[in-house]
Nanobody, 115 residues
Framework: QVQLVESGGGLVQAGDSLRLSCAAS????????MGWYHQAPGKQRELVAT???????AYADSVRGRFTISRENAENTVYLQMNSLKPEDTGVYYC?????????WGQGTQVTVSS
């Protein structure tokens, strides 16, 4: 069973940076792709950034240029570097991994950005 554990969330001020980590129970290059999702209070979960097995990345328009997704194969970890944070970035951030058409989710980590 694949397990994903997110960490790195917290309370920051607008303009600050955070780096989220998603530690997987197996090698990240085993997954077809991995991604970060954001769920703002009272809203649906939305895609933030993805990275596939080739290392190709994609971003939501709202975070492009501010957030960077990366992976460290030796550490079985995917990161989300978040810069120039805005209050609208507040919410729970979830890590998702897809393997053989099955999606696995972490428990999420809370990010709160104060204005």
């Amino acid at each position: 069973q694949v397990q994903l554990v997110e960490s790195g969330g917290g309370l920051v001020q607008a303009g600050d940076s955070l780096r989220l980590s998603c530690a997987a129970s197996e090698r990240v290059f085993n997954f077809n792709n991995m991604g970060w999702y954001h769920q703002a209070p009272g809203k649906q979960r939305e895609l933030v950034a993805t990275i596939n097995s080739y290392g190709t990345t994609a971003y939501a328009d709202s975070v492009r240029g501010r957030f960077t997704i990366s992976r460290e194969n030796a550490e079985n970890t995917v990161y989300l570097q978040m810069n120039s944070l805005k209050p609208e970035d507040t919410g729970v951030y979830y890590c998702k991994a897809r393997k053989l058409l099955v999606d696995y989710w972490g428990q999420g980590t809370q990010v709160t950005v104060s204005s």
